[in-house]
């Protein structure tokens, strides 16, 4: 997925939930705010931000698989 594709409008499952984590990542992983991120996202809307990170931490909480790929993106990425 291109930097394009996350900040665009789509909401297809392909672009949406690499979205949610990546504005998820960026919330935990840095000190920005809601609206910093969003605007980031191709001016998406705080609330978006918010809603990403919500479902993302439950998921993390919830699916192994979710937590696994988001400690290997962390990884990665050497945070």
């Known amino acids: 997925l291109s930097v394009d594709g996350l900040r665009s ?3 297809m499952g392909n672009v949406l939930v690499p979205r949610q984590v990546a504005m ?3 919330k935990r992983l840095t000190k920005k705010s809601y609206p910093e ?6 001016g998406k809307h705080h609330t978006t931000v918010i809603h990403s990170v919500e479902k993302i931490n439950k998921l ?4 192994r698989e979710m937590d696994a790929l988001v ?9």
Request: proline share 0%.
């Open 9 to 11: 409008r789509s909401n």
């Open 24 to 26: 998820y990542l960026c």
């Open 37 to 42: 991120i969003a605007r980031q996202f191709g």
């Open 60 to 63: 993390v909480d919830s699916d």
């Open 71 to 79: 400690k290997r993106i962390i990884s990665s990425i050497g945070a």
